[in-house]
Structures are given as C-alpha cells and as structure tokens.
C-alpha cells in the first residue's frame, strides 16, 4: 500500500485567478474598461443557483464584475437564443456561459451556437469545440480544461501515456479527449455502453472519471499506481458533493487521487474568469 | 489460419450512388434542378488532379454536376476564403470541396470555415465537426463517415466494442471518434507519439488504421480475428496505391481487411455525392 496523494486544486485555482485579477486590473488601468462575465439561467434548481453564486463571489475577488440573467424555467429556445445572441452583441460583456439545466426540449449545444465564439468562455458553442478539435485557437469547456491544467499543476505529464476518460459528454468527456490527443496522450473514451470498464480503465496510466454516477470507480478499475481525477459533482443526502470515484476503495492502490469537493472544481471556476479576462483583453486590443 | 474476409467498397458505394442519382433524378424532375458539387483546387499535385477526375466521373454517373475551381498554387489564404464565401452564397451550387494539399502556410481546417456548413459536404468546417460532436445534425467527413458505412454494409456490429483508431488528424481519426462513440463503442485514439502501439490495438476487437504510414500494421499489432479498416491511401512507386496495413503480414490473423484500393475509397466518393444530393434536396425543400 503506496499512500494516495491528493491532487487539490486550490493552488493551481489560485493562480489562475491571480492571472486573471492582473489582467482585469490591468484593463482597467489603461483602458477604463472591467471585464464582465454573464451567466444566463433559465432553471429553478438550487444547486445551480448556488454553483452561481459561488462564480459571482470568485469573480468578485478576482475583480471580474459577474451579472446573471434570468429566464423563466419554461422558456423557449427562441427566446433563449435571443438573449445570448443580445450579450454576444454587446461590447460591455466579454463572457457568457449558458447555465445548465435548461428548459426541457431544448438543446444545449444547439442553443449555445448563438454565443459569440470570442465570448465563448465556457466553449460551449459546437464551433468552439470543432475549432478545439481542429488545433485552432478556441476557449475550451472549463471543466475538461481543468482536468488538464490539474495534472499540470502537479507535474504529472501527458506525452505517450495512456488516458481512459469515463464519460461521453460534449461538455468534458469529447472536448478532454481533444485537449489530451493535442497533449500527445493516448486517450481512451469509455461510457455506460463500454463492455467490459475495469479491462479499458485497468490498464491506463491515467483515469479521468466524467460519467456523472457517484462511486462508479473502485480499485478493481484501476492499475497499480494509477492516478486518478475525478471529475464527478453527485449531490449526497446531506446536501454535499460526492463523486465518480470511491475514494475509500481506491485509497492505497491509486498514486494519486482529486479529490471532490476541491479538485477540479475550483480549477474550473478559476478557468472561466481566466478566460473572461483573456477575452476582455482581445477585445480592447481589437478596439484599439 | 483462418480466411480474411475482404471487407470491399464496391457493393455499399453503389448502394449510395443510386441513392444520389434517385435524389438527383427526382430533383431534376420536380423542381429544375440539378445538385451541383463544386471542388476548390489550388494545387498542381498530380495525385490530387486524379482524385478531382474521379470524383467527376463519379458524379456525372450519378446525375450530380461537378465543377472545379482552380486556383494558384501560391494563392493566398484571403483569396481561397473569398472563393469558398462566393460559392456559399451562390444558390446553383449544394456542395464545396475544398481539395488538399493546400498552399503553404495555409490550414485547411481554417480556411474551410468559410464553407457554408449546409454545403460542407465533406465536413471539412469546424462547426460541422463540433456539431458532429455534440450530435447536433452535420455532415461528417466523408471518408470518416466511410469508414462506418463499410463496416455495417458488412454486417460488423460496433456497440460495446473496442474500436482501436490509429491516427487523429482533423479529416479522419478525429471524427471518427465521434461517430464511433455515437454508435457506442469503446473508442481508442493512438497515433505517433503512443508509447506502445500494439499493446493499444492488440487489445481491440476493431483496428482502423489512419496514420498515412503505409505497411505500418502487420500481425503483431491485432488480437486474433480483429477486423481491420484501411484508410491508408500511400503512393507506391509503381504509381498506384498502398494502404497502412500490411496485408500479407495479417493475413490470416485478421478475420477481415477493408482492401487498398477498392476498400474505404470508392464508399467516400459515394458519400461525396450522396451528401451533395442530400444538400441540394433540403435546398429545394428550403426554397418551396
């Protein structure tokens, strides 16, 4: 039994926001203008009113002004797209992230081509992720980018190794599989249809848990010594955070594990600001 | 030993050429119009003048007007754009094919960006594939989508499978990841940074080899009647064409081989037309 190190994303999530809150206060400086992210939501739900306020709060300290823009729970695509695209068009917004969930009958992907690709902060927009996929410049979905950005905070290196991700989604799973083949891994995407899971995953250097099923991963899926990330956000009976992985069983067979809540979850909102900043900072370069 | 079973083109692409020449009859006959595929052409490759003929004899057959736009080898990125928005907007022309190699210095990925995504008849622009990817409605890259076709014209079943996809370039391996994970396989991606190749595709119960390395699969690389679909188009001195598999070596091995050429080639001119057909068809529904 080696001991599971813990792949935290508090200090690789402070950086980032450092970098961002240098770049906003950069732009303010020069050019009188505050980076200003908006988050649209059209749901009730609670826990998403809450990972709001958690954005809205971080942004705050990172000097990032944060609006949100509520629709009704039942609103229609058309009206939905016609918001994003009224904020894509507006040059005092640099960001805009569509919450999910959405209203039922309507599309994600399909509603998010209404948002401007250079505003695109969570590259939820299907060209953000085929320009991803196609090596050209592209914000990507903060979530898959945080799995990417953890490891390399702690060292932990992509070239020639051997990634299973667990889970298809076009928010991490797709979107991860392109950031890890540019980074010259060998990536393996497994899903609820996968055969046989602990022979794809056993035999990976690196496993990446995105399927959204609260201990789905457990030491019989994993080589000796693999390193795990877990990307997984299951609400608990008590209100908290579990995720994809059994932390307990994989405890002393994984080298090293993220752990949720604070892994990749703060490496994700400090990614949206970040990428706030960045586009903030294109656009008065494209002013001036 | 047991036989390797061919796993030819000619059947599926026939199948697919008389459904484009149905569509185009069909067109022709109710509304006056012809579907019409226009190819972009700013090479003097040799091999690239050969490949436009065919797909021009092979549209002609199928009752689908094929013109080619030449442009400089030394064209500049603006003028290829310009070229590839005019025949966007032209309303005579349902599909545009823009014909590698490129000038130097130029993306291919990039420049097809300017190819209206309802004429993007081989998936060439990104949003097609970002959309490809959050399965909203696209057309793939032909010969990604070719790849697909020839396996269930062949009655080779891909969900809960292992599918091992050699090479991740923007036109083939990078696509067909997605459409394989949309018919739930267990997806692989290698390519030439993987440490260990035949371990990757060894354990695969499908090999698709898209690397553009002729000869680079022999028997090592499969598990004993793994099926195996060659992309590879490698020019021989002899003037004709050898694929990236080397087919003597897994003969036998291989419970089925997709042959070069005859294999993978004539289903994606076949899925050329066919998209072309498709695209004019919904122009004319569009226009009623």
Known sequence: MTETVPLTGAAP????RDEAREIAERLVR?????????VVVATEDESTAWYVRSITRAAAKAGIACDTVRLPSNAEAAEIRKQLAALSDDPSVHGVILQTPLP????????????APEKDVDGANPLSLGRLAAGLPAFAPATAEAVVSLLDAHGIGLAGRGVAVVG???????????LLLDRDATVTVCHSRTADLAAATGSADIVVAAAGRAGLITAAHLAPGAIVVDVG???TEDGGLTGDVDARSVAGRAAALSPVPGGVGPV???????HTALAASRAVAGHQ
Chains 1, 2 share one sequence.
Do not use: F, M, W, Y
């Not at 020069?30 to 908006?38: I, S, Y």
């Not at 992907?109 to 948002?115: E, N, P, S, V």
């Not at 298809?168 to 392109?178: D, F, I, M, W």
């Open 13 to 16: 999530a402070a950086v980032l």
């Open 30 to 38: 020069e050019a009188g203008v505050q980076p200003r992210l908006v």
């Open 104 to 115: 039922p009958g309507t599309s994600a992907a399909d509603l998010a081509g209404a948002i």
């Open 168 to 178: 298809r989604s076009t928010v991490v799973g797709k979107p991860l599989a392109h």
């Open 233 to 235: 956000t299951n609400p």
């Open 268 to 274: 994700t909102t400090a990614l949206l600001l970040q």
